[in-house]
């Protein structure tokens, strides 16, 4: 399960993705918001990323108008790793190094088309475990 959400900024980027994943077949939840009336992007950073800490979901979307709210937010709660990702070599890098479960999006700096890559190359790539990862993401936490 993907847990997915957003800002005023970030929800027309969102509903593309959301599009994407049901033409994938992936399962989602979607956290908010839900039109693009103003709202507070930490609220939607917080729910996401407690979503994927608690193991509800398993990873997590989150978009914002640069993805830097909202990927600060949710780096604040304990055992998520978010990463802002502006290219697919970065999606594919966090997660075979850092075990990102966030990727989050700049809706305002990166294209829909673009967006829609990094998202598939951050769920498609799984986690290197190498002995040298897992102590450096270990020692994120101490
Ligand atoms: C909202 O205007 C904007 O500040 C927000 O989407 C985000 O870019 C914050 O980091």
Known sequence: MIAIGCDHGGYALKQE???????RGLEYKDYGCYSEESVDYPVYGKAVAHAVASGECDKGILICGTGIGISI???????????????????QATREHN?????????RVTGPGLAIKIVDTFLDTPFSNDERHLRRINMIED
């Open 17 to 23: 993705i959301i599009a994407h994943l049901e033409e």
């Open 73 to 91: 937010t949710a780096n604040k709660v304990k055992g998520i790793r978010a990463s802002l990702c502006g290219d697919c070599f970065s999606a």
């Open 99 to 107: 075990d990102a479960n966030i990727v989050a999006l700049g809706a």
